[in-house]
């Protein structure tokens, strides 16, 4: 491993630590300073003042890309601890915290792999947080779904055995996508190819021995989950967050939007890569 190799290792790091530091520091002052003065904003005061006191020093002491990932990392970890605090909560929109940190956690564990596995990659895209503007929005929209039916219909998001449903797919889509992240090493970009690259192999042991494409299956999969899990019942946009999920993959480029194009270009790619790789 040369020097290039350790400097985004060290990235990694810092994204781990930041992360972990957000948890902590949120559920920390959630539990010991919030609790006696819920109901008077001003209680908020100490951590809005930590939180503009953690960005002052990043931005006049660290260098511009260690602040950024360092900010990225801080902000998956705040929602990921508010998650959390919601799941704790016991109230109905519970599971609207279960789905905070699954997408808190697919974001940084998309960014640190990156740093361990294939470092030579790594950049602020490889959080994923910007992606695509169709799966930000498909996103948003299914937030004001859930939001919406929570006010209009809240016995429904009490559903308990759809919501173990939805952790299922989720764990299981996760599970599978970061084992074709780590079986595929170097080859694994969060870029689509359309041409063989120096260096490249067509990765055929592990997962990749059973899916041709492991991890966009897991992504499938996980998108269905946080769907499922925080039980949204509008089919019209649960169809088209999935429709979109096929139509944008999550390594930054923009595929067919029809499920047979989606699948055909697919085919295509592969049948790319066997022809380069002879």
Not at 48 to 64: I, K, N
Not at 103 to 114: A, N
Not at 195 to 205: A, D, I, S
């Amino acid at each position: 491993m040369g020097w290039s190799d350790y400097v985004p290792v060290f990235y990694g790091k810092i994204a781990i630590v930041s992360y972990l530091f957000s948890i902590l520091t949120l559920i920390v002052f959630w539990t010991k300073v919030f609790p006696p003065a819920l109901s008077e904003p001003w209680s908020i005061a100490p951590l809005v003042l930590l939180e503009a006191a953690y960005v002052g020093v990043l931005s006049a002491f660290c260098r511009r890309q260690v602040a950024r990932v360092v900010l990225c990392s801080h902000v998956l970890g705040l929602v990921f601890a508010a998650g959390c605090l919601v799941l704790a909560s016991g109230r109905l929109f519970v599971y609207f915290g279960a789905y905070m940190m699954s997408l808190s956690f697919f974001h940084l564990s998309e960014y640190v792999l990156t740093a361990v596995y294939n470092p030579h990659t790594l950049s602020m895209d490889s959080f994923l947080v910007n992606h695509s503007l169709e799966y930000t929005v498909a996103a948003v929209a299914s937030w004001l779904e859930y939001w919406a039916e929570y006010y209009f219909l809240p016995e429904y998001k009490c559903l308990h055995l759809v919501n173990w449903v939805g952790l299922a797919l989720v764990v299981g889509g996760e599970l599978m996508r970061k084992a074709a992240m780590v079986t595929a090493g170097k080859n694994f970009t969060h870029t689509v190819m359309y041409m063989k690259r120096t260096g490249h192999r067509l990765v055929t042991k592990g997962v990749y021995a059973w899916f041709r494409h492991p991890s966009y299956v897991g992504w499938f999969y996980w998108s269905i989950g946080t769907q499922v899990q925080r039980q949204l019942i509008n089919n019209l946009f649960l169809r088209s967050y999935l429709s979109t999920c096929q139509a944008t993959s999550p390594n930054g480029r923009t595929l067919s939007v029809t499920n047979a194009a989606y699948k055909e270009s697919f085919f295509s790619c592969k049948t790319r890569y066997l022809h380069c790789s002879k």
